[in-house]
């Protein structure tokens, strides 16, 4: 540890870059190596388990068990000493911009994101409360959670932390420390973290600053446009009661219930929405082979009277009709459609006089089982432009037609 004089000759102040209720943070550079550091001012009234010695160096196990943190989330912290009488500790300086500045300006996080961001700040607090001496961070915020350039996050803020087994009280940030964290003489423990993490992830949620009165807290948080089990993930974490909060170890296990649930099991909605179009499906399949089953008894009865009338020789109008619109829609085999056709252009031919339509019912025949039909289409022709004796001339063609 060193004291003011080493420091000003070892560091460059270049700008200050934050401030809080118990700190001032300054960007340094160290001039035997031209390194960018991060150096934190801490107010006198963190300095409840420190020990100061007259040359202004500081004998303080709790520094050392910060130095000797090796996780991703954390900064590394290189020095401490005294300036003005107050602990300056010297982390990296890690590029980026706080979370609470990112909310301010950009509104809350998708979900998703949040919760990954979540689960980082999880494990890592998982980190310090696991250690052989476990530490509490205690100043989870926003304003403590750096998002680099490239998108992943860092807590920045050791200022307070320190041994589980020595702190009983020390001063948080309003609207994230829980409220043992300001009672004299009340026992700290990891759960004291868990607080602090579930306001955090309300105002990475929302964008929006927590309130200190948990009543008020509490029905923002139920009022939340949010899947449920993340309004009662954040409810948990917040409770008043110390021990009545989730362990790290619970709080993982509800994540992964959560997340085997949206892989097991589709959304209410999205099921309801399923089960309504299979509904309708079956409902409108069942109703069209009904449909369809009608149509083809209907068509079979109809075809069938038809027949029975034409075999009988009984060419009526509406027999025709009808036989028609089964031919022109395809409606009959290949056999009942040659010999349909065949008896409504004969129809045509000598009931109807009508040469044109003839033809038309002619052409669908085949002339190898229908050898006369070349006959009849000569017929058509010639008599689709014969301004003689109509009758006359039928008969005349019927004759060659059938000779």
Known sequence: MYNSAYFSKRYKIIKKIGTGGMSSVYLCVDKNINKKWAVKKLSESTLFYSNLSSDGSISNPEIELLKSLDYYMFPGISDAFIEDGKICIVTDYIEGQTLSSYLKTNGALPVEVALSYFKELLYALEYLHTRDNPILYLDMKPANIMIRPDGSIRLIDFGIAGSILLKSKSIGSIGYSPPEQYIEGARLSEKSDIFALGMTLYEMLTGKKPDSDLSIQRKKINSMRIGKSIKQLILLCIREDMESRPSINQIKEYLNRRKRREKGALPVAVITCIVSILFIFLVFFAYEKSNRQLKEEYRTEMIK??????????????????????????????????????????????????????????????????????????VCNKMSSFDGNEEKMADLMKAEVEN
């Open 305 to 378: 009277k038809v027949s029975e009338n034409m075999e009988n020789g009984e060419y009526s109008r509406e027999a025709i009709r009808i036989i028609c619109g089964y031919i022109d829609g395809n409606f009959l085999d290949k056999e009942s459609d040659e010999k349909y056709s065949y008896e409504v252009a004969r129809y045509y031919f000598y009931t109807e006089k009508d040469y044109a339509r003839a033809k038309v019912y002619f052409s669908r025949l085949s002339t190898d089982k229908f050898p006369e039909v070349n006959g009849y289409i000569t």
